[in-house]
DNA sequence: GCCAATACCGGAGGCTCCTCCGTTTCACTC
DNA sequence: GAGTGAAACGGAGGAGCCTCCGGTATTGGC
């Protein structure tokens, strides 16, 4: 039986996922480990022992982010009223994910290849965050009861088909808050 | 435009293709590319500059093969009669290809991934040789008229499931020879 | 609070990668 | 067959990869 990392471990892995995440985004699928060790202030040895290859640090750090996204979802929704309030501030995370995975996407590319199971994973996982948030908000009145979170995650797919361009950050914004808009109408509230 | 390649630059090509199905099938994948260079005779420069990444070597290096076994077909049919001889040789040459691929299949799975592409397209030139293969046999009287290549090439398959002990290549040989007199039987002479 | 036993950490070192550019060879002309 | 430019060669060198093991932190038992 394999015993849970120890504290220290844990979190030396956990911030070498946070590091990659970002490092695989602004720099290219070609940053040296050597680089992503150091910023996250660890020697490569540890690096190596928690991923033993680059594909395997790809990876973990796109499964991380898309964690680190869903498992806000509930969070928010205990912290912020109303729901469709929780809502915004998730898409908000969302345009973060958003852009970390724009810059990783050359490197997931040489990852998934051919394993479609991870990118469906995924999906399923982000969908069901989105479920959460709709029915709580759909509970407090504040968003319209039947929308339906398959097709909200597909209309956020609209997000990848933004440009490159300085101003991508903002259009990605206003397309979010267009969604919002759109769930709220028809609301009680 | 591009013009063709000057002679000293091909033999080196050629070499390199020629060492690297050796070095891949017996080494592995994971041989370095300085070798490879080292055993053709030639500097890591002039590797890099026709391969410029080792998938592009690998990739290159098993169409060589390929080719240099479709090729055989109408070479062995000028130098070999009746056509049915012809057969038996190019099925010998068959062996050494399949040991090389055998040797390669970790090298190629690790660049084809997806790209099915490349498999069909190699498999529609052995069928094509095949076929010109049997139809001289047919013409000649040596081989039945109505043998199918795609068929034979099906029946050719079954190399793949020769398991890897130290008789691989016997098996094979018994494999093939029971091919060619099945498709012996019944013809003219 | 202390002490082993037990992970885990770090980074030097040996190896491979791949680029870069001075040198050599080729192909073509006169 | 001498001259010339274009193309190819080679291998040194700088950079990244990954392993290995002496040193250090953590944990659980006392």
Chains 1, 2 share one sequence.
């Not at 968003?143 to 997000?159: K, Y």
């Not at 397309?175 to 109408?185: F, Q, V």
């Amino acid at each position: 039986m394999t015993r849970p990392l120890r504290a220290d471990a844990l979190r030396n892995k956990e911030k070498l996922l946070t590091v990659a995440a970002t490092a695989f985004s602004e720099d290219g699928v070609d940053v040296p480990l050597e680089t992503i060790a150091a910023r996250a202030g660890v020697g490569v040895g540890t690096l190596y022992r928690h991923f033993p290859h680059r594909n395997a640090l790809i990876e973990a750090a796109y499964r991380h982010e898309v964690e680190r996204l869903c498992d806000a979802a509930p969070e928010l929704l205990s912290s912020c009223v109303p729901a469709a309030e929780a809502l915004r501030e998730w898409m908000h995370a969302f345009v973060h994910y958003a852009g970390t995975k724009k810059g990783m996407a050359d490197a997931l590319r040489s990852v998934v290849g051919s394993d479609t199971t991870l990118l469906g994973h995924t999906r399923s996982q982000i969908v069901a965050a989105l479920r959460v948030l709709l029915s709580a908000g759909a509970q407090d009145g504040s968003l319209r009861s039947d929308a339906d979170p398959e097709d909200v995650m597909r209309a956020m797919g609209g997000v990848w088909n933004v440009g490159p361009g300085p101003d991508w950050e903002d259009q990605v914004r206003r397309l979010l808050a267009l969604l919002i808009d759109g769930l709220r109408y028809g609301a009680p509230r």
